[in-house]
Nanobody, 116 residues
Framework: QVQLVESGGGLVQAGGSLRLSCAAS????????MGWFRQAPGKEREIVAS????????YYADAVKGRFTISRDSAKDTMYLQMNSLKPDDTAVYYC?????????WGQGTQVTVSS
């Protein structure tokens, strides 16, 4: 069973940047479409961006289009989310997972807090 570990979150001022990383262990996720999800307090978890196994196809939610960039390094079994021009509305716990996510497969996530 693959385990996913997210890192790179933190506290940043509005307009700042962060780069999130997602590392896999236990089993490779290189053949799966992968995505970044986020859950803000009191809200449902939502998909932010996703990327095909080859990296050739990406998807972005309208709220982050033009500001976030998803990428992956299959050789390292690692996925990234570069987040620029952060807004307070981006405050959430960010998770990585396969798309669609298997049941009971969520990791701990990484907290991103954007101050105004």
């Amino acid at each position: 069973q693959v385990q996913l570990v997210e890192s790179g979150g933190g506290l940043v001022q509005a307009g700042g940047s962060l780069r999130l990383s997602c590392a896999a262990s236990g089993r490779t996720f290189s053949s799966y479409r992968m995505g970044w999800f986020r859950q803000a307090p009191g809200k449902e978890r939502e998909i932010v961006a996703s990327i095909s196994w080859s990296g050739g196809s990406t998807y972005y939610a309208d709220a982050v289009k033009g500001r976030f960039t998803i990428s992956r390094d299959s050789a390292k079994d690692t996925m990234y989310l570069q987040m620029n021009s952060l807004k307070p509305d981006d405050t959430a716990v960010y998770y990585c997972n396969a798309v669609p996510p298997p049941p009971n497969s969520w990791g701990q996530g990484t907290q991103v807090t954007v101050s105004s």
